[in-house]
């Protein structure tokens, strides 16, 4: 499918800062806790006349992405009216929300979030070096030039598999520099790992959490993918999946601990669904940007440009499936390019999160996820698992005759 970018008439209205920059012509489905007189978390289509509650057709965003054509469903699904979009998102921001309104959670709900990470050279390297680090920051620019030197820039012409990689591997063998990163970076076999419990993961406008004991930590901006249950890709929508350098660098096997933690999965504002306005080629070739604004005026940008990945979308989701099955679907994190490697405090210190940085995610397809970093000790807690939600769903009637 290919899409031309168009620009918007002069006269049209300003856009919401978290849509796409074509505004509502996309089909854009979501999820939005509605403080009503059954409280609960709703299925909702974002429409240029509002937001509309699809729960009755939809009980859960699963079953949406499991309809034949999801996007067709999205939209010929006659919806209750919940409020306008800017209102919507309005009450989602980080500041003010008023409980009594709805506001945005993530928009996956029964789907398994899973990653894939080293998909991208410039990660891929600096994943080496905190290998060879050991998780501290402070040796990290002595060996990032050393590194860098010995391994090259090729890395990013290289096929994951090919010959040309294997020949590479023998020779960073012989060099006494191969590692597990480069492993699942250039070799046959990708890196998927599960980020976080199925509905633990929180939406634009929640807090974002990094462990308190960590000092050497980062955003990663991120393309997710929405995959249903016959490994079809449904839509796509922004992610940070936060990262642990220093309990990952320590060892590989604390990726658990470096990954899977209290508030520290975001995604959202929304998916964006498959339709003659979006499909994977755009996912192909979109830019994700990324802001960091500290509270002490710091500000650190980035970009993470997917036409620079290594193993293609598709790809990483055969993988993902080829030795599990997903009944509900799952959600796939694509990887990022950007890896901080500027000092915030002093020199060769790199960067590292502070309590309080509002992270902005945004690019030209998706629109905007924007959340602000807490400790995950301190963060809302996660209750609202798979017994709270069917307990819900049944008190609220969407149970009767309906898949979940």
């Known amino acids: 499918m290919t899409v031309t970018t168009t620009e918007l008439p002069a006269h049209a209205p300003a856009l919401h800062p978290a849509l796409p920059m074509d505004g509502l012509a996309g089909t854009l489905v979501a999820r939005a806790w509605c403080a009503d007189t059954l409280a609960g978390p709703a299925v909702v289509a974002l429409r240029p006349d509002g937001v509309f509650d699809l729960s009755r057709h939809f009980p859960t965003m699963s079953t949406l992405l499991e309809a034949e054509q999801p996007a067709q469903a999205a939209r010929s699904a006659v919806g209750e009216y919940l409020c306008s979009v800017d209102a919507l998102l309005e009450n989602s921001r980080m500041d003010g929300r008023d409980a009594a309104l709805p506001w945005l959670l993530a928009p996956c709900d029964l789907q398994v979030v899973k990653a894939a990470g080293v998909t991208f050279a410039a990660s891929m390297i600096e994943r080496v070096i905190e290998e060879q680090a050991g998780g ?52 046959p076999d ?114 993470n440009t997917m036409a620079s990945i290594s193993r293609d979308p598709e790809e990483l989701v055969r993988q993902t499936m080829a030795c599990h099955q997903y009944p509900d679907g799952f959600m796939l994190f694509l990887g990022t390019l950007f890896a901080p490697i500027d000092d915030r405090d002093e020199p060769g210190g790199g960067f590292t999160h502070k309590l309080g940085d509002v992270v902005t995610i945004h690019s030209h397809w998706l629109g905007r996820l924007q959340n602000r970093v807490t400790h995950c000790e301190t963060a809302p807690p996660w209750q609202f698992g798979l017994r709270a939600l069917i307990a819900n769903l049944a008190d609220r009637g969407l149970l009767q005759g309906a898949r979940l």
């Not at 601990?257 to 498959?274: E, Q, V, Y």
């Open 136 to 187: 501290d920051a402070g040796r990290a620019l002595a060996l990032r030039s050393q590194v860098t030197a010995l391994i090259g820039p090729s890395l990013s012409d290289i096929r994951p598999g090919s010959a040309q990689a294997l020949a590479l591997k023998r020779l960073l063998q012989q060099k006494n520099l191969w590692s597990q990163y480069l492993e699942v970076g250039i070799g």
């Open 190 to 303: 990708a890196e998927v790992f599960t980020k976080a419990p199925v509905l633990a993961a929180v939406g634009h406008g929640q807090a974002i959490g990094i462990r308190a004991e960590s000092s050497w930590n980062n955003p990663e901006p991120e393309v997710v993918l929405a995959v249903n249950s016959r490994g079809a890709i449904v839509g796509a929508a922004l992610g940070n999946d936060v990262n642990l350098r220093d309990i990952e660098g320590r060892s590989a096997l604390l990726l658990g601990k470096a990954k899977d933690n209290n508030a520290s999965c975001a995604i959202g504002p929304f998916i964006r669904l498959f339709d003659d306005s979006f499909g994977l080629d755009q996912v192909r070739a979109e830019t994700v940007h990324l802001e960091v604004a500290g509270e002490d005026g710091y500000t650190l940008r980035g970009i």
